[in-house]
């Protein structure tokens, strides 16, 4: 590949876009229940109730999960509304 080609501009246009990409992260807590955050992935994150259950459990099993991939920008209110529920989130 030459440097002008569009391929090429392209590929590196997508490896640039993903190394942007932030993580919302939601953190284990001995406070929520399962359906509290459940129920908060469904309505916030819009995952799917079979999604929001893994997340629930990977979060109780493992401490932590990642629970969507996004933008700063995208994913910062979903992080604040999450937070507004009494769930530890953050952006990484």
């Not at 995952?47 to 969507?68: F, M, R, T």
């Amino acid at each position: 590949m030459t440097k002008n080609n569009p391929q090429h501009q392209e590929v590196t246009d997508v490896l640039e876009a993903k190394i942007n990409e932030n993580g919302l992260i939601l953190y284990n807590d001995d406070v929520n229940t399962f359906d509290h955050v459940i129920n908060s992935l469904v309505s916030i994150c819009k995952h799917d109730p079979i999604q929001a259950e893994q997340c629930a459990w990977l979060v109780h099993l493992n401490g932590k999960c990642k629970v969507k991939n996004g933008y700063f920008e995208e994913l910062e209110p979903l992080c604040v509304a999450l937070l507004d529920r009494g769930i530890s989130a953050t952006i990484e």
